[in-house]
């Protein structure tokens, strides 16, 4: 197993807390992004920079996927092709995309889409914080411990 993260538009501090997480347990973590990233050394801790265009990093996380990966994005439609892959997509926010919750993702993004699209004027994301962090940080534990520790 392997964690992706598509890394251009990560929150820092969620960054961290893989950086982390990726040397606690000895998981191969991959950042993906069209601008070079400072990393942390370790053998563990990846960096694949693709060139800018658009959805060219979410095409080589799709590419280079295996079953049962995990990709943290943001990204509604890079985690709809994750979960089609049967792998894992967790929010930066702590929320995990499945089977069962994707339709609903991306007719809410669909909407908010075709809202502004129309003039309408909506209000992005709520600020990135502490309980995101935390949410984030415990879905990623629970989940390393159950498909990743578990196979050691």
């Not at 075709?114 to 994301?125: C, D, K, V, W």
């Not at 502490?130 to 578990?150: M, V």
């Amino acid at each position: 197993m392997r964690i992706w993260v598509d890394a251009d538009a990560c929150p820092v501090v969620i960054k961290e807390i893989l950086y982390r997480a990726a040397m606690r347990v000895k998981v191969s973590t991959t950042f993906v992004a069209n601008t070079y990233l400072k990393l942390p050394p370790s053998p563990f801790i990846h960096l694949l920079t693709v060139p800018k265009g658009f959805d060219v990093a979410d095409n080589r996380i799709v590419q280079a996927l295996q079953v049962g990966d995990l990709v943290i994005t943001a990204d509604i439609p890079l985690a709809a092709l994750v979960i089609d892959k049967d792998s894992f997509a967790l929010n930066p926010r702590g929320v995990f995309y499945s089977s069962t919750n994707m339709a609903d993702h991306l007719a809410m993004r669909n909407l908010m889409e075709e809202l502004r699209s129309n003039g309408i004027e909506t209000s992005g994301p709520s600020t990135f914080n502490l309980a995101d962090r935390q949410l984030f940080a415990s879905e990623l534990d629970r989940f390393l411990t159950k498909y990743h520790l578990s196979t050691l």
